[in-house]
């Protein structure tokens, strides 16, 4: 049971290249989330989506985009990478249609250095 | 707005120590509560939850108990062995929000 998958797990770009990153699961969970975690200031969520075809802002969503794929995908794009983006970025899934005290199921997170 | 707060750390214990993480939380409705681990280099593992006033929740020798009238939710393990360090987040959920506590960084040495 893979639960949730990231890719990639580590990746260094150069200040302004783009890229994506990429979560799956495999748990029929409707709600995705994306966080970033840096070193003293715990989990803020980036964005997050309820359900497939919708998706809202959270807490840091500046320099980011997401897309809710299908229900299974929700990527996370960096248009244009920041030295300040530099950070470990998790997905995370729930089922929320269940109700809100289902808890959030986490992938192993990527390591992304800006330089 | 509804919020988490967790003592500071990093926790430094002995094997067979006694532990206690402190939570306290802030929110407007009836929120469920959780504590999560993450080892070194992996991402957050549920550890244990508990969804209504008094309720405890426990897995693995750690426990809480959901206390409303002081609004904590209060992390404790009678014996820790050197596993079982990590960094250890408490969390609510409330309605469409989930909030992390900043984590407590925990380190048994034997």
């Known amino acids: 049971n893979a639960g949730v998958t990231q890719t990639p797990k580590f990746q260094v770009l150069k200040t302004g290249q783009s890229m994506t990153l990429q979560c799956a699961q495999d748990?029929?969970?409707?709600?995705m989330y994306w966080y970033r975690q840096d070193p003293g200031m715990g989990l803020r969520l980036i964005y997050y989506?309820?359900?497939?075809?919708?998706?809202d802002k959270g807490e840091v969503p500046n320099g980011y985009n997401v897309s809710r794929l299908n229900k299974r995908e929700f990527s996370l794009r960096l248009e244009s990478a920041a030295p300040s983006q530099t950070s470990v970025y998790f997905c995370a899934s729930s089922d929320t249609w269940t109700g809100y005290n289902q808890p959030q199921h986490f992938g192993d997170g990527t390591r992304l250095s800006i330089l | 707005g509804d919020s988490v707060t967790q003592m500071e750390g990093p926790v430094t214990l002995s094997e067979e120590a006694f532990l206690t993480i402190n939570c306290t939380y802030t929110?407007?409705?009836?929120?469920?509560l959780f504590w999560y681990v993450q080892y070194p280099g992996e991402g957050l593992q549920l550890l244990l939850k508990a969804t209504k006033a008094d309720d405890k929740g426990s897995n693995k020798g750690f426990e809480a108990t959901y206390r409303k009238e002081t609004t904590s939710f209060h992390l404790e393990k009678g014996s820790v062995q050197v596993s079982d360090s990590a960094v250890y987040f408490c969390a609510l959920s409330a309605y469409d929000k989930v909030i992390f506590g900043p984590g407590t960084s925990l380190s048994v040495i034997p």
């Open positions: 748990m029929n969970h409707n709600s």
């Open positions: 989506s309820a359900s497939e075809g919708t998706t």
């Open positions: 929110a407007t409705g009836y929120p469920s």
